[in-house]
């Protein structure tokens, strides 16, 4: 454990805004309460890599900084291998560790920024994969009463971007490992989604494995996404709406070319991206606080933007694309 009392948390948040706060660091489960005695307190919230948030003001009281490491096999079989990791584990070293060994499953969510304790949250996914598909188990702390609880994966209430620790459960655990179901045996790999298949054909690859297709993400991603350590940023800002069928016709009326993609009975998922770029705001800056030239979907920080002035952008964008569209656009990054 270390206290780091009114610290510059820029470095440990993507966007690099400049707010300061108290840090307390978890490197094992017994910190928890040792923390609590030392500084009087519980968690004001649990923070990972700071890959998914914006603070838009100095955080109050203290923040747990997730260090638990550690990655081992929790059970095999012929087929598949359980993988238990840390949830201080680098999600991205994670992925790459396990394609060393050959265990897939994993491999199109190479290069997601954060930790594995943050996986869940979210349900992160990327390429046509979720952190659900492979998910067999997690354990948490119950901040209220210390206790380490395991949850499965109907527990978790996974949706799209969504789990019951946003929701029900929001700020009252914190997730100590997670354990993933990875196949040990070649599987099926998933490759209509982006443009996977293109940039295998590209660098000559036609009968692809796992670390062919990571390679390939990797290469997309970079390309394509700006990168926090040079220019700030939490990925995409906002979820891809989903509307009704009506909606999706009425946009589409006016703009043929619209991406819609099915999302469940009656229902269309639209690309949020595609939305905030037709409302003419792609490449927009206002101060330090723009949207990317390249992915509209993507807020970012030129320098010394406050997390106030990114919100507001934000807000705008929301009202402009809800005006023009009659879509509202939800937040993925989580506000504090
Ligand atoms: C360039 C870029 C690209 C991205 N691409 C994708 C993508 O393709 N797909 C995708 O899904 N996401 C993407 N993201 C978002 C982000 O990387 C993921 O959501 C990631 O899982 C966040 O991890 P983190 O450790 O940084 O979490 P943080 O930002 O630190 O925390 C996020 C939330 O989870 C909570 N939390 C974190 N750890 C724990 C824990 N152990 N226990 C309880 N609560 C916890 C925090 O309190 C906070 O509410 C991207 C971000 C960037 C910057």
Redesign the pocket.
């Known amino acids: 454990m270390e206290l780091q009392p009114s610290i510059s948390l820029k470095r440990?948040?993507?966007?690099g805004i400049d707010v300061s706060g108290n840090v307390a660091t978890v490197n094992e489960i017994d910190d928890i309460g040792r923390i609590a005695d030392a500084t009087g307190q519980g968690a004001a919230?649990?923070?990972?890599?700071?890959?998914?948030?914006l603070f838009t003001k100095n955080p109050e009281g203290w923040i747990w900084k997730?260090e638990?490491h550690g990655i081992e096999i929790a059970d095999e079989s012929d087929e598949f291998v359980w993988v238990k990791a840390g949830?201080?584990e680098n999600?991205h070293r994670f992925v790459l560790h396990c394609i060393e060994r050959n265990w897939g499953g994993i491999e199109n969510?190479s290069?997601?920024?954060?930790?594995?304790?943050?996986?869940p949250?979210?349900?992160?996914?990327?390429?046509g994969v979720?952190?659900k598909d492979v998910f067999q188990s997690l354990e948490?702390i119950d901040l209220t009463n210390g206790v380490l609880r395991t949850f499965d994966l109907q527990e978790c209430a996974f949706g799209y971007?969504e789990s019951v620790?946003?929701h029900d459960l929001?700020?009252q655990?914190?997730?100590?490992s997670v354990t993933y179901r990875l196949r040990k045996k070649k599987h099926e790999l998933k490759l209509d989604y982006g443009d996977i298949r293109k940039e295998l054909e590209t660098q000559g690859i036609s009968q692809p494995g796992i670390a062919d297709v990571s390679r390939a993400v990797i290469a997309i991603?970079s390309s394509k996404?700006?990168?926090?350590n040079v220019l700030g940023?939490?990925?995409?800002f906002f979820k891809n709406p989903v509307v009704s069928e009506a909606i999706e016709q009425k946009i589409r009326e006016k703009y043929p070319e619209l991406a819609a993609y099915p999302a469940g009975e009656g229902l269309k998922k639209i690309a949020a991206g595609w939305l905030i770029e037709k409302a003419g705001w792609k490449g927009f800056r206002r101060g330090d606080a723009g949207v990317h030239s390249k992915q509209a979907l993507?807020l970012v920080n030129y320098g010394s933007a406050t997390g106030a002035e990114i919100w507001q952008l934000s807000e705008d964008i929301v009202r402009n694309v809800e005006d023009t569209f009659g879509v509202l656009l939800e937040r993925?990054?989580?506000i504090?």
């Open positions: 440990l948040n993507t966007f919230f649990i923070l990972g890599g700071g890959s998914n948030l997730n638990l949830a201080g999600w969510l290069l997601i920024p954060g930790l594995v304790g943050a996986s949250m979210q349900n992160i996914g990327a390429y979720e952190i948490a971007r620790f946003k929001k700020g655990f914190m997730i100590a991603r996404l700006p990168d926090p940023n939490a990925g995409s993507v993925e990054v989580n504090l």
